[in-house]
């Protein structure tokens, strides 16, 4: 296909499926469009192509883009158009990505699902009675709607891993300073900006693009580290596997499906064995903490000026950060420690570390977290992060972390694994995540491996 017959067909799907799947915010068909035809010409005078020469990409409605609005899923933030471009977007428009449309969000990223006042309520497109999962939520419905060729995504506490997971999709954490951010969430070691896509090979290819130093990011690391696109097989590795990080409750299926990716580790001749972290329920306290006091805080500005514009779940955990003190985040600093002193030394015995990215397949695509309650196996669970398995691994920042798929739940929606590696290690995450997914097999290839919206 040419570029714009490439756009043209994800134009048409768009339209046909956005009123059930409500992915994209802001949408830039016709300027697109020119966009395109300029990058079918390039090919069809035999110029070189840029990696993302002619690919809609779905932009999360976080980043800027210098001249196009920005709105973070908020009311507050409605008419506010940026006149800079983040990093990596400037860098994915350098390598002849098209933003083609802007992808939903709760309000300023702050829930593991997709709605907000302004944009309404995302669904998943496997199950659209459930959340795609979020922050990341509408590049998670998207891409596994078939209406971006790739999307970015952003992760202070799973919001890559999370979507990726419940839409059957390879999401990637990047270690702390992998790529770069704008102030003062460069300075936050929690905080990730990363690709999702359909493929792990795919999320190579915007990895490689989005990645590298930036003399604007202090936290950037350098030098570039660029990764293969293609692995050796990893028969003689050492899989360490925790079922539950030491004290998440988790749901049988989710539990069956993980069983069942093991057994494809073992497959592709590794050895698997299961370790005790030895992580207790102060692992996903500390993230909790830690992200108030920073994250909320940063929100908290809002809340004093427009708080009837905010919904529920924003002004709830603004108040949070409103009432942390410096000694709750010190404590929060402290577990951290202490959880890297476990996790440390297996990491060092083992190649990788699998464990389920939620706990939970999916929870309502309208739940509330500011006034609902999740129970898992007849318990009920922390209703903003209990449900998922992600935060321990934004404390953990330097580990790479990818989430792959690992199989559907009863309700129709995805399930998936994370795999962890050594610190500052990546190839080592796609390296597992390449051998699984070909001896697994890729989603997304035929009608009976992707979502159902006819």
Request: charged share 20%.
């Amino acid at each position: 296909m040419s570029p714009v017959e490439l756009l043209q067909a994800y134009i048409a799907r768009s339209e046909a499926v956005e009123p059930t799947v409500n992915a994209f915010t802001y949408t830039y068909f016709d300027e697109a469009l020119k966009l395109a035809r300029k990058a079918e010409d390039k090919y069809a005078a035999g110029k070189r192509a840029r990696t993302l020469e002619g690919l809609p990409i779905g932009i999360k409605d976080e980043s800027y883009i210098a001249g196009k609005p920005t709105s973070n899923g908020s009311l507050t933030m409605k008419n506010f158009v940026p006149d800079t471009t983040s990093i990596v977007n400037e860098r994915i428009i350098r390598a002849g990505g098209i933003v083609h449309a802007r992808t939903a969000t709760p309000e300023f990223s702050c829930a593991g699902y997709c709605h907000s006042k302004l944009w309404g309520v995302t669904h998943n497109p496997w199950s659209p009675a459930f959340t795609p999962g979020g922050s990341s939520g509408g590049s998670s419905a998207s891409l596994a709607a078939g209406t971006s060729a790739l999307c970015t995504g952003s992760d202070i506490g799973g919001s890559i891993r999370i979507p990726a997971s419940t839409c059957g999709l390879a999401g990637f954490k990047p270690p702390y300073g992998r790529n770069p951010e704008e102030p003062p969430f460069n300075l936050d070691f929690y905080c990730h900006v990363g690709p999702l896509a359909r493929t792990v090979a795919d999320a190579i290819l915007l990895q490689n693009v989005m990645c590298g130093p930036h003399p604007k990011d202090i936290a950037s690391l350098k030098p570039k580290l660029k990764l293969p696109p293609t692995y050796k097989s990893i028969e003689g590795w050492k899989v360490a596997y925790s079922p539950n990080l030491g004290f998440y409750e988790v749901d049988e299926e989710v539990r069956r499906n993980t069983e069942a990716a093991l057994e494809v580790f073992r497959a592709c001749g590794a050895v698997v064995d299961e370790v005790d972290l030895g992580w207790t329920q102060d692992c996903l306290t500390a993230a909790l903490t830690y992200l108030e006091h920073l994250f909320g805080a940063s929100i908290a500005p809002t809340l004093n000026k427009h708080s009837d514009k905010l919904t529920d779940y924003a002004r709830r955990f603004a108040e949070k950060g409103q009432n942390s003190s410096s000694a709750d985040f010190l404590w929060s600093l402290e577990v951290a420690g202490k959880m890297y002193n476990s996790l440390g030394p297996i990491l060092e015995a083992y190649d990788v570390l699998v464990c389920p990215t939620t706990a939970l397949p999916a929870v309502a695509a309208n739940f509330d977290q500011s006034c609902d309650t999740v129970e898992i196996n007849g318990k009920q669970v922390n209703p903003m992060l209990g449900w998922v398995m992600t935060s321990p691994f934004n404390t953990m920042s330097r580990c790479p972390v990818l989430t792959v798929p690992s199989g559907r739940a009863s309700n129709g929606v995805p399930t998936g694994i994370q795999i962890v590696g050594k610190t500052y290690q990546d190839a080592d995450v796609f390296h597992a995540a390449t051998a699984y997914e070909v001896a697994a097999g890729a989603w997304f290839t035929n009608q009976d491996n992707r979502p159902n919206l006819n």
